[in-house]
């Protein structure tokens, strides 16, 4: 997948693949912390992604009602 992200840029581009490879990313950084810096590492490089996207999560879900 880096490969792609570096040839063609589809990490920015994608959502849905962008969001999976931050979350592997940092899960693969972690982890050379040890067996818990895998789970914080996916955590802390894809939180500012997931904090973002609740007020337009929130909003569209008080719109539909």
């Known amino acids: 997948y880096q490969y792609i992200v570096e040839f063609a840029g589809a990490g920015a581009t994608v959502p849905i ?3 999976g490879y931050l979350l592997a ?4 950084k972690g982890a ?5 810096g895998a789970f914080t590492g996916a955590l802390g490089s894809a939180s500012a992604a997931v904090l973002s996207i609740l ?3 929130y909003c569209c ?4 009602l």
């Open 17 to 19: 693949s962008g969001f």
């Open 25 to 28: 990313n940092g899960a693969i």
């Open 32 to 36: 050379e912390k040890g067996f818990f």
């Open 55 to 57: 007020p337009l999560v």
């Open 61 to 64: 879900y008080t719109v539909s």
